[in-house]
């Protein structure tokens, strides 16, 4: 059985790491219901998201083998 160090930590059971799919540098959250507490990993949110769009916003109108070409260096539309 996991015990609370000095500094308030616990190892969570590797079977319930497994279960709940949690990784090291996962989030995870306590849920309290009057005298119980709940842990479950934190889900992605939209918060998570909003600061990457529009960040491929140059891109659009582009077929995606041009963008992997010029990105590896073999654009055709260069002649030698």
Do not use: W
């Not at 500094?7 to 059971?13: D, F, H, L, S």
């Amino acid at each position: 059985m996991p015990k609370v160090t000095q500094k308030g930590q616990v190892t969570i059971p590797r079977d319930i790491r497994l279960l709940l799919g949690i990784k090291t540098g996962d989030e995870i959250v306590f849920e309290l219901d009057k005298d119980k507490a709940f842990l479950k990993k934190k889900g992605a949110s939209v918060h998570n998201f909003k600061k990457y769009v529009g960040f491929l916003s140059h891109l659009k109108g582009k077929k995606a083998d041009d963008v992997i070409n010029e990105l590896r260096g073999t654009d055709h539309d260069h002649s030698r």
